[in-house]
Structures are given as structure tokens and as C-alpha cells.
């Protein structure tokens, strides 16, 4: 089928907004990849620097003939999603000696979990841990001795700062391996009435601990569809992963076979070879489109909304919050999963998965089938889903139909006609807001408004049962510059049980809320945030705002707003303690929300 007239456009208007940066890009990773072979520059005492520890293939290494792949990892074991990658070193330098090649652990990057954060005050590093992810990366590969690298990270920050960096070494192939998701634990739904209850003191805490446990309970990727799957899922619809790698469970020969398999193409596609793929080919403005649809059908993390962004401008891409906003409208929403759901990634992947999800998209005209991948020179290889079949690995045909239409349906059935982003413009600035999980009654909000500068203080009015009429609440001086712009999601139990009392409620805010927020009307990302200035910090307790996300504003009704002078807030608690003062320079430098919140590009 022909390719969407919406999708198009968009395309069209990314493309032409980026032509300058796209071609200084092209060029520059042009020149790299002219000069050659990186390790033919390498001097002989570079290189024996460089293999001095690598006893078993120090002779092929100092050949040159064969591959050399840079592993970066983002080992460790705090992260769940991330202890599998204790053993990955070793299985990828032997799969690549199978496979002719080397390969060497080039560096590790930090990793933090926001689930261990959340709420906490380290959760004021967590954005800008994504750039100091891709500053890692890029010492790691600065050693100029790859030919290309796997990238070993899933979570939440770790992803998108490891894209970042696979950009910038754009002149290199690059192949990102998962380590899949946990099995399922408890039900989602039943984990969040627990939370609930212990917000209202009707649960003891040994009780939310073992419900707590009981959900998070293994090795692998958390199973709710936060920003950690989508992720996982922005992999495959971009074809940086091997098709059907993002949902297959650790410790399993399925994802022994897939790590492999992703080894195998690390190593053939380099420009020693007859298939060279570099990275920056790969992500071009195609694959960030496809990402954004994926993002729209699946019904993915908020998160996103800042991270593509800052990915894309990594390619030389300038993506726009219209170019979010349009592309939702155009993408049914095909996928229920919690917290839009009740269904976990694991229940989602046996319905039929990314590899269905992503023909019916194609069929429908909703993607770049053109799109360069580490496979080939389309996408339609992601329609496939890969097979152990005795013993050897290999792809099918998957699903025509889903497996089960209450987690995945057609695109032609969708559960929603539109994705469910939008992007919120007014007096008040300019966000957006995720409405999968929001009922449609509740897409318009008007209400009073009661201002916080701390979440904390959110919760203790809660408890304090000081809100008992419907609300805006309005969380300003929580964005880049002022703080970090850390995560919001611990006001979820509480927002969600006003509501359930019969209110209405809403959260203003120029700061975040994860892919897990929930069925709450959100509006988030407020830019220019309250600390520079911005809209947010002119409001006064009891203004009436108006959260509309069907036309798509979001504005105060007061009729002196425009003429007020907005309020300064003292930030120095954010500027010491867990590491943050070290973080003062990029708290100063960040960009913007709307650009991605980015340091370093």
C-alpha cells in the first residue's frame, strides 16, 4: 500500500527542517568512512596497547584482516534488565571467533534505575545520566580500533544516550542486543491496588513490600510498558535490533541464539566486508518517523518525547513536538498493556507482538517499508518473528491475526483511532500529554489550581486530606534547569485516588511522568519551564486552568496572567547531596524540553 499521506508530510517536513544538520552530519561521517579502516591508523604501539590482554585472539587481532567489534555495556546488577549482561562479553567474543571475527568490551557506561529512584532525590540525575551515557560511549569508542559495535543496554535513560552515541560514531555499523523481559510476577492491576491502598493507609508496608516483590521479581526487563519496553520496542521499529529480539525472556536458548545471530551481523557488516551498514545511514529521518509510529500504536512512554528528539539531533534530525502531535493523529492505537491495559509485554509478545503489530502498520501504509535496517534494505523483515527450529535459529511468517484482540488488535480494529499524544499549546506554554489510559470524559479539565514546588508536598496535602474538590495540580520549578526534571511518578497512587473519589483532577507540570502514569490527565514536559522564566511561574493558587487535550491547549483563564511578574523559586536544595552538585554544569547548559533536554548536543 502507498505511504500515508500524514506519515509523508511529516517526512517531507523533517527532512526539508533538517537539511543543513543532515548534510553536515552525512558529510562528516562521509570523511571517516573514507579514510578507511580505523585500524589501519592505529600506530603498531597503539595496537598492541589495544590486544596487550586479548591472549586468545591477539594474532588475529594484530592482522587486521578480521573484524574487530566494540562491545559498550551497560552492566550491572542493580538493574534487573541488565544482569543478564554479566556473561554477554564472553558469549559475543566466542560467537564472533564462530563468526571470523574479534571482539572487545570497549567501555561501560552508568546505568541507573529509576524504579530505585523514584521519588528519591538521586532521581534529580536520572535524565541527564542519558547524556553522560553518551559521553561514556563515546570515550569507549574513542580508541578508534572498531568496526563496528554492539550496544548492550535496555532501560529507561540507557538506550536512548547509547543511540546517541551510535550516531556519533554514525561511521561505524552498530547492533543493539536486549536481554528480554522478566517472566510475569503478580497482575499489574493488582500490584497498583496495593499502592493504592498503602497510600491511604489501608495496607501495611510488609504488604506493598511482598506485593512489590511478588511483581518485580527476577532477572529481565520490568513487564509493565513503561519507558524501559519502549525502548525495546523503538529498536525494532527503528531495525537496530534483530527482528522479534525485544520480548524473548533471559536465560533462554531462544536469547542465546538471537545474541548470537546479532554478533554475526555486527561482524559482517563492516566496510571489511560486502554489506557495510554504517549506523548514521541507518538513522535517518525514515527510521525516526517509524520509531515516532511505533511510539504512537503502541502506546509508549512520554519519555520518548524527550529522547527522540535528542537522538534524532545525534543524526543530524530535528524533530518538532508537531511532528509528535501529527503523527499521533494518524496512528491507531493497536496495543493494550499496563498501564493502558491490563496485559503485561510478555502477554502482549505471545498475542502476536511487534512482528504483527509492525505488518499490519505496513500493510496499512503507516511505515517506511524502505527503511535501512541491520537486516536489509527494508522493515518488512520485522513482520517476521524468529524460531528455534532444531536448534538453528531462524525466521517465520508470524501471526496474520492477533492471538488475543483484548492486548493487540488490527490496525484496521483498533482499540483507538489515534495514538493518543498530543501536543498542548497556550498561555501557559507548550507540552504534551499521553491519553491512551485517560477516559474520554476526563480529556477536559477545568479547575482551580493549587500550586506545589515539591512532589513531597503533593503527597503530605494528600495525606493531609486537604484536597477534596476538583483540581489542577500544578508541580512547577521541576524541569531541566531547576532540578533535573526527575521523574513525577510516585503522585501517581495518590492523583488516582482523588479521582477515583469522584473528582476532577489533572497534574501541570514542566517536568515528567513515565510511560507508567496512568489513567490521570497529564500535562507534562511545560516548556519554557517555571526556572527560566516560563508561563508556570506567573500562576497563583486558585487560578482556573484549562487542560483541554481535544483542541489541544492548555491555558489560564485569569484575566491579568499575561501581565503578572513571574515568581522566582530558591533551587538550592536541588544543588547539593547524592551526587547532584557535580551536576551544576549541566543544570546550567541543558536545552530544553522541547528540544530533548540535552547537554550535550
Known amino acids: 500500500m502507498s505511504l500515508n499521506s500524514t506519515i509523508d508530510r511529516v517526512t517531507d517536513r523533517i527532512r526539508e527542517r533538517s537539511l543543513a544538520t543532515r548534510g553536515r552530519y552525512l558529510a562528516q561521517i562521509g570523511a571517516a568512512v573514507q579514510a578507511g579502516p580505523v585500524r589501519a591508523h592505529l600506530s603498531c604501539g597503539n595496537q598492541a596497547h589495544a590486544y596487550a590482554a586479548m591472549v586468545e585472539d591477539k594474532a588475529e587481532l594484530a592482522s587486521a584482516r578480521a573484524p574487530n567489534i566494540g562491545i559498550v555495556t551497560a552492566y550491572n546488577d542493580m538493574l534487573s534488565a541488565h544482569q543478564p549482561y554479566e556473561d554477554y562479553p564472553k558469549l559475543i567474543r566466542e560467537a564472533a571467533r564462530r563468526a571470523g571475527a574479534t571482539a572487545q568490551v570497549a567501555g561501560g557506561v552508568p546505568a ?14 536520572s535524565l541527564f545520566s542519558r547524556d553522560v551515557i553518551a559521553l561514556a560511549a563515546g570515550v569507549a569508542l574513542s580508541h578508534n580500533a572498531f568496526d563496528s559495535a554492539i550496544f548492550l543496554g535496555v532501560c529507561d535513560k540507557i538506550v536512548p544516550g547509547l543511540v546517541m552515541a551510535a550516531a556519533t560514531f554514525g561511521h561505524i555499523p552498530a547492533v543493539f542486543v536486549p536481554a528480554g523481559p522478566m517472566t510475569s510476577g503478580i497482575p499489574n492491576d493488582e500490584k497498583s491496588k496495593v499502592r493504592n491502598a498503602f497510600a491511604e493507609g489501608k495496607a501495611t508496608r510488609a504488604e506493598l513490600m511482598a506485593a512489590e ?3 518485580y521479581h527476577g532477572i529481565g526487563t520490568c513487564t509493565f510498558y513503561g519507558t524501559a519496553n519502549t525502548n525495546q520496542m523503538l529498536m525494532e521499529f527503528m531495525g537496530l535490533h534483530l527482528p522479534g529480539a525485544s520480548f524473548v525472556n533471559p536465560d533462554t536458548p531462544l536469547r542465546a541464539a538471537l545474541t548470537s545471530a546479532a554478533v554475526e551481523r555486527a561482524a559482517s557488516m563492516t566496510a571489511l566486508g560486502n554489506d557495510f551498514r554504517p549506523a548514521g545511514e541507518i538513522l535517518d529521518e525514515r527510521a525516526y518517523v517509524n520509531g515516532l509510529v511505533g511510539l504512537m ?11 527522540l528528539p535528542a537522538m534524532a539531533r545525534a543524526s543530524g534530525i530535528l524533530l518538532d513536538l508537531a511532528d509528535f502531535d501529527d503523527i499521533s493523529q494518524a496512528v491507531p492505537l493497536m496495543a493494550k498493556v499496563y498501564p493502558n491495559g491490563l496485559a503485561d509485554v510478555n502477554h502482549f509478545h505471545a498475542a502476536g507482538g511487534l512482528g504483527f503489530m509492525i505488518g499490519q502498520l505496513l500493510e496499512a501504509g503507516l511505515m517506511h517499508a524502505d527503511a535501512k535496517s541491520v537486516i536489509g534494505e527494508s522493515i518488512a523483515s520485522y513482520s517476521r518473528e524468529p524460531k528455534l ?6 525466521w517465520q511468517n508470524g501471526p496474520k491475526t492477533s492471538l488475543n484482540d483484548r492486548i493487540l488488535r488490527a490496525a484496521a ?4 483511532p489515534t495514538g493518543g499524544l498530543r501536543q498542548l499549546s497556550g ?13 474520554p470524559e476526563r480529556h477536559i479539565i477545568e479547575a482551580p489550581c493549587r500550586i506545589f514546588h515539591d512532589q513531597n508536598d503533593v503527597k503530605a496535602a494528600f495525606k493531609a486530606g486537604e484536597i477534596t474538590s476538583d483540581t489542577v495540580v500544578v508541580v512547577r520549578f521541576q524541569g531541566p534547569s531547576a532540578n533535573g526534571m526527575p521523574e513525577l511518578h510516585s503522585l501517581t497512587p495518590s492523583l488516582t485516588i482523588l479521582q477515583d473519589r469522584g473528582l476532577k483532577m489533572a497534574l501541570v507540570t514542566d517536568g515528567r511522568m513515565s510511560g507508567a502514569s496512568g489513567k490521570v490527565p497529564a500535562a507534562i514536559h511545560v516548556s519554557p519551564e517555571a526556572a527560566k522564566g516560563g508561563p508556570l511561574a506567573r500562576l497563583r493558587d486558585g487560578d ?3 487542560l483541554d487535550a481535544v483542541a489541544g491547549t492548555l491555558t489560564c483563564l485569569a484575566p491579568d496572567f499575561d501581565s503578572r511578574t513571574p515568581i522566582t523559586a530558591d533551587l538550592s536544595a536541588n ?8 551536576f551544576e554544569a549541566f543544570r546550567r547548559n541543558v536545552g530544553t524540553s522541547e528540544t530533548g533536554a540535552a547537554v550535550v548536543l
Open 112 to 125: 541507573m534505575c529509576d524504579g530505585v529512584t523514584q521519588g528519591q532525590p538521586g532521581m534529580e540525575l
Open 213 to 215: 516483590m511478588a511483581s
Open 297 to 307: 500504536a503502541t502506546g509508549g512512554s512520554t519519555n520518548l518525547v524527550l529522547h
Open 389 to 394: 527450529v532444531e536448534g538453528r535459529l531462524s
Open 413 to 416: 480494529d483498533p482499540f483507538q
Open 427 to 439: 498561555n501557559l506554554g507548550r507540552g504534551v500529554i499521553k491519553v491512551s489510559a485517560v477516559t
Open 544 to 546: 482556573i486552568v484549562r
Open 575 to 582: 544543588a547539593h547531596g547524592l551526587g547532584r552538585e557535580l
